[in-house]
Each structure stands twice: as C-alpha cells, then as structure tokens.
C-alpha cells in the first residue's frame, strides 16, 4: 500500500516542543510531563538539532542525585537524532525511525527546526487518517 501522502510537508506538524542547552532540566521534564511526550530536541541558537533529552536522560540524572532545578540541559542531553526536511519521502522516515529505534524525528524548515513527527503521525498520514475531535472517530480520507 502506498502512503497516501508523499513527503514529510505534506502533513501537519503540530509537535512543536523543543528545548536549548541552557534550560534547566526541571523545566523540561514538567515541559514533557504536560504535553504528555516521552522527549523533545535540544537547539542551539541558530535552530538546528544538536542534542535530544527523553523521559530516560530525566531518570538518568535522577538516579545519579542530580537536582533538576540545578542541572542544565547541556549536561544531560544524548546525542543528536537524524533530522529530516519537509521534503523527505515518508518511507524515508520510516526507514529512518526504524533503523534508529526513534519514536519522533525532527524536521527542519529551511534549515530551522519546524517540528517533530511521531510514529503516530506517520501511521495516520501512510493510512491518510484524520482525526475527528468531536465524536473521537478516526476517518481515512483516501
């Protein structure tokens, strides 16, 4: 079956969250606890990835005594994740998000951070699902 939309673009990113190195690791974990995500990309200045803090690196710190209203971003956050542009196929992201175990790929705008798309929203674009707030059904509108 092929997905019902073509690239990354076509879709609505509305995974915006993100972080810069110089936050403070408490502000993050409430950050993600309220949007319900299990992590978020870490930016520098100029908008590019450099860096990723998921619920894990949280535990992490917290294992190891760190106080989070004391502990920046910068000193916890794990390498990088392969980043993707509007223009990328969605089978691309899929194979990407495979082969990196990811459960949400960055995307970048013109060489600035747009958004993030989750293995959630993939499925639904491959299927062409939209969903329909409300009477919570799920509709294919291809």
Not at 101 to 108: K, S, W
Not at 116 to 129: C, F, N, P, Q, Y
């Amino acid at each position: 079956m092929q997905p019902h939309f073509r690239t990354i673009g076509e879709i609505k990113i509305s995974n915006t969250l993100s972080t810069t190195e110089e936050t403070l690791t408490d502000e993050v974990a409430m950050n993600l606890l309220t949007a319900g995500f299990q992590g978020l990309p870490v930016l520098d200045q100029s908008g590019s990835v450099v860096g990723k803090v998921t619920e894990m690196e949280l535990l992490n710190a917290l294992m190891k005594g760190r106080d989070l209203k004391r502990t920046f971003v910068k000193e916890i956050m794990a390498p990088a994740p392969p980043v993707v542009d509007m223009s990328t196929p969605l089978e691309r992201a899929v194979e990407i998000m495979l082969a990196h175990h990811l459960l949400r790929l960055p995307v970048m705008n013109r060489g600035r951070f747009a958004g993030s798309v989750t293995r959630h929203d993939l499925l639904r674009a491959w299927l062409g699902a939209v969903w329909i707030d409300h009477d919570s059904k799920v509709t294919l509108i291809g």
